[in-house]
């Protein structure tokens, strides 16, 4: 069917009202460089002058490409670790890196900070109404079905499994390949997300992208993910959400390849749904492995292909890059700090010959401290932004208007000497431990979860995180106790640049030699 509707009036209005201040926008941008000499300093940690209309567009713009670690240094220099930033027609934004703040909106006043219109249109296009893009009794309602699978031990082993596959039959041997060639350098960053994607679509699905392997091939479904990632991430930091929007509604642009690659995405989901209802035996057995299966025989009320989508789809975007992104910068890390490398190995040693056993990577705390440590200071979700339903005023005395995003900073808070001590700066995994003193040996010791909101806290804590380290362990197990990692480092090279787009990278690749160990 198709509808009188004459859409001219409404673009007339949005050429009238806002082209003007575009084109006016794109001009400035010529001549950032000198009105930022004349009016602001755009790199300088106070918060930024903010104008009519165009708030802090200006410093916003000469940052967008360090923009995590912008935002981290305004707040750092904050007496309470809050500030609110001005952005263009109106729209304020506050940043937090205060513990009572993140408490108070991830748990004290949860109802009142949720996703909100614009994260959860943001995301709609890939996410649909998936558990982490939800609110409300919709995400409620998907909580408690996740909750129930993830707290079960068959799925705990099921990863297991898939992990050790994948480590054993695919990470490794490229690994010894890389090692037997002395001049071969790998992206590790490359490789640990290919590992990560093949996993979380294995845990997921019961699908094997095969994306790790010698020949690097390309795949479809990994590329349409990287892609929507992307947009999706410039959507967030777009400083006038109505453009992007625009560009939706006339489908060109990112937009338009956005809707291609969710599409892709969406469509291959479908493929594999139906290949699994097709198995009339799956159905009837109550021991499916994947998320999928699991789901498909539990309920019901599952048999909405729509909704099975929407929360698989999350569960691999939550898991595809996250663990890379974590086990990117340790690798990196260790090397700067061979004292714990030392212990790490030492800690390996004492460890079975085949640590392929759950509780024989549970008891690595050594290692876990330094994963703890290492995410610190890179977590992989860098920032997590809300939305407030309501008028409220956060404990540090900071009004915060209905409408409101607000982020908590996790990758700022990791580098407060309020919160760390005056030794913040030094990678120390001891700070997670104390000594048994039955034993004399390590035990690991958690921080309060909103000091240390990596994982998230309160009633979204991560479903996952068990899991993740359970992966993370059994990497670092299976990879430094054969080789080393070497970064490759051009002399006067300066150490990895973070970007970032929903999760943290290293800027070009994190380039390593892989050195087999002779002891």
């Known amino acids: 069917m198709f509808f009188n509707f004459d859409l001219r009036p409404i673009f007339s209005q949005i050429y009238f009202y806002f082209l003007p201040l575009v084109f006016f926008l794109f001009f400035i941008n010529f001549r950032t460089n000198i009105l930022t ?3 602001f300093l755009s790199k300088s940690t106070k918060i930024p002058r903010s104008y009519p209309i165009i708030g802090s567009y200006f410093s916003i713009k000469s940052n967008k490409n360090r923009r ?5 240094d305004i707040v750092l220099r904050t007496p309470t670790l809050t500030f609110t930033l001005r952005r263009p027609f109106g729209h304020r934004h506050i940043f937090t890196g205060n513990s009572s703040n993140v408490q108070h909106i991830l748990k004290n006043h949860f109802h009142n900070y949720q ?3 614009l994260g959860k249109e943001t995301l709609k296009d890939l996410l649909g ?14 909580r408690k079905l996740a909750s129930h699978e993830f707290n079960s031990k068959s799925l705990r082993k099921f990863v297991e499994k898939v992990v050790n596959v994948e480590l054993c039959d695919r990470l490794i041997p490229i690994l010894t390949m890389a090692a ?11 490789l640990l997300q290919r590992f990560a994607f093949d996993n979380i679509c294995m845990v997921a699905y019961g699908y094997d992208p095969a994306y790790l392997l010698p020949s690097f091939p390309e795949a479809k479904f990994a590329n349409a993910f990287e892609e929507v990632v992307r947009i999706s991430s410039e959507r967030f930091n777009s400083f006038a959400p109505f453009i992007w929007k625009l560009k939706r ?24 749904i139906k290949e699994k209802k097709e198995k009339k035996s799956l159905l009837t057995n109550s021991s499916g492995d994947d998320l999928l299966s699991r789901f498909l025989i539990s309920s019901e009320q599952y048999q909405d292909e729509e909704f099975i989508i929407d929360i698989v789809i999350s569960f691999i975007l939550a898991g595809r890059d996250t663990t890379s992104a974590a086990l990117t910068w340790f690798f990196w890390l260790i090397f700067k700090n ?5 212990e790490i190995l030492e800690e390996i040693a004492k460890s079975s010959n085949e640590p392929s056993k759950y509780d024989e990577v549970k008891d690595m705390p050594y290692t876990h401290a330094s994963l ?6 890179f977590p992989p979700v860098p920032v997590d932004t809300k939305e407030a339903m309501q008028d409220d005023i956060l404990p540090d005395g900071t009004f915060v208007k209905r409408g409101t995003r607000i982020s908590y900073h996790p990758y700022a808070m990791g580098r407060a000497e309020a919160i760390w001590g005056k030794d913040w700066q030094t990678f120390r995994p001891e700070r997670w431990l104390e000594k048994d003193v039955r034993t004399g040996n390590w035990r690991f010791v958690p921080k309060d979860p909103f000091v240390y909101p990596v994982f998230q806290a309160g009633p979204r804590v991560c479903l996952g995180k068990e899991m993740a380290f359970l992966q993370m362990k059994k990497v670092v197990a299976g990879v430094l106790r054969r080789f080393r990692v070497v970064p490759v480092v051009e002399k006067g090279e300066e150490e990895p640049v973070l970007i970032a787009y929903l999760t943290t990278r290293m800027k070009g690749g994190f380039l390593v030699r892989i050195e087999q160990r002779t002891n």
């Open 37 to 39: 000499n004349l009016f």
């Open 68 to 72: 995590i670690q912008w935002t981290s």
């Open 115 to 117: 996703k909100g219109y």
């Open 129 to 142: 109404n998936g558990i982490f893009n939800a609110d409300g009794e919709i995400w409620k309602y998907q």
């Open 180 to 190: 037997a060639s002395k001049k071969c350098v790998l992206d590790m960053q490359d």
């Open 249 to 272: 509604i006339l489908n060109v642009g990112s937009e338009k390849k956005l809707k291609f690659c969710a599409t892709q995405i969406r469509e291959m989901a479908k493929e594999i």
């Open 338 to 342: 061979p004292n714990v490398e030392k």
């Open 372 to 377: 703890c440590e290492s995410m610190r200071f």
